[in-house]
């Protein structure tokens, strides 16, 4: 059994920042890719940023130099670190993952609760 457990969001004003955490607990042999999703309130899932195992990152142009994920392997955790904030940031937060549980097992996808971001203009 594995478990995302995030946590870091809040309400803030515009300009001022958060940081997201995310960590994956249980049985793990590796991790994959560890990304961070957001959805907005009548809005599709979005993409907000991707790192891979050999550290490779990716943003949605939207939040391009202000906004950096990272991992920590030793404590299989994935931050989003998140300067500027603007009110189109608002939205549910989810980190998502691929895990190998197993060393027969291919790696499988798993979904945070989500964490509620809320930016103040």
């Known amino acids: 059994q594995v478990l995302l457990s995030e946590s870091g969001g809040g309400l803030v004003q515009s300009g001022e920042s958060l940081r997201l955490s995310c960590a994956a607990s249980?049985?793990?042999?590796?991790?994959?890719?560890m990304a961070w999703y957001r959805q907005a309130p009548g809005k599709e899932r979005e993409l907000v940023a991707i790192?891979?195992?050999?550290?490779?990152?990716n943003y949605v142009n939207s939040v391009k130099g202000r906004f950096t994920i990272s991992r920590d392997n030793a404590e299989n955790t994935v931050y989003l670190q998140m300067n500027s904030l603007k009110p189109e940031d608002t939205a549910v937060y989810y980190c998502?993952?691929?895990?190998?549980?197993?060393?027969?097992?291919?790696?499988?996808?798993?979904w945070g609760q989500g964490t509620q971001v809320t930016v103040s203009s």
């Open positions: 998502n993952a691929n895990i190998r549980q197993r060393a027969w097992m291919s790696s499988t996808n798993f």
């Open positions: 790192i891979t195992s050999d550290d490779t990152t």
């Open positions: 249980g049985t793990i042999i590796s991790i994959d890719h």
